[in-house]
């Protein structure tokens, strides 16, 4: 049974808080471990900013639930996630050069959340248009540790040969 929205509020405030005590910590984000970088730790922003880092709220009609890392929704395998900003103020270097690579055809809150999904387009579909082509050139940048990546790439030389 999906949680009601202010019991996903509540879940997301305490993931904020704890986020925040782990970043002013390790450096490291939610949204990041050693196996999949889907951000880079060199942000390359100012003093006083901090990257973007998301939680993922999953409803795939099994049930719904929050994840804090890439990597824990890949192995839940889910198929439908929403990327929510737990904190940060600017896009770090990576996450930046991910828009740009999707030419305004996805945003990095889009991005973001089709990074975590497995099992699904655009992961498992042919790129056959432009369109799908900058967003799949985005998540190559934005998420290279996707289990799905591999495809993806080729999917995506496939349609610009």
Same mark, same amino acid.
């Given at each position: 049974?999906?949680?009601?929205?202010?019991?996903?509020a509540?879940?997301?405030?305490?993931?904020?808080?704890?986020?925040?005590?782990?970043?002013?910590?390790?450096?490291?984000?939610?949204?990041?471990?050693?196996?999949?970088?889907?951000t880079?730790?060199?942000?390359?922003?100012?003093?006083?900013?901090?990257?973007?880092?998301?939680?993922?709220?999953? &409803? #795939?009609?099994?049930?719904? %639930?929050?994840?804090? $890392?890439y990597s824990?929704?890949?192995? +839940?395998?889910? !198929? @439908?996630?929403?990327a929510?900003?737990?904190?940060?103020?600017?896009?770090?270097?990576?996450q930046?050069?991910?828009?740009?690579?999707?030419? &305004? #055809?996805?945003t990095?809150? %889009?991005?973001a959340? $089709?990074?975590?999904?497995?099992?699904? +387009?655009?992961? !498992? @579909?042919?790129?056959?248009?432009?369109a799908?082509a900058?967003?799949?050139?985005?998540?190559?940048?934005y998420?290279?540790?996707?289990?799905?990546t #591999?495809?993806l790439?080729?999917?995506?030389?496939?349609y610009?040969?």
């Amino acid at each position: 049974m999906p949680r009601p929205r202010s019991a996903r509020a509540a879940v997301l405030g305490v993931l904020s808080v704890a986020v925040l005590g782990l970043v002013g910590c390790s450096g490291a984000g939610p949204d990041t471990d050693a196996s999949e970088e889907p951000t880079s730790s060199e942000t390359g922003l100012g003093a006083g900013a901090s990257p973007v880092v998301f939680a993922f709220v999953c &409803d #795939d009609g099994r049930d719904t %639930e929050t994840y804090t $890392t890439y990597s824990a929704v890949w192995e +839940a395998e889910r !198929t @439908a996630c929403t990327a929510e900003r737990l904190t940060g103020s600017e896009p770090s270097t990576q996450q930046q050069a991910a828009v740009d690579a999707a030419q &305004d #055809d996805a945003t990095l809150v %889009e991005l973001a959340s $089709t990074c975590a999904v497995r099992g699904t +387009a655009p992961w !498992t @579909a042919e790129v056959s248009s432009d369109a799908q082509a900058h967003v799949a050139a985005g998540l190559l940048q934005y998420c290279p540790g996707h289990p799905e990546t #591999d495809r993806l790439r080729d999917a995506l030389t496939t349609y610009r040969s």
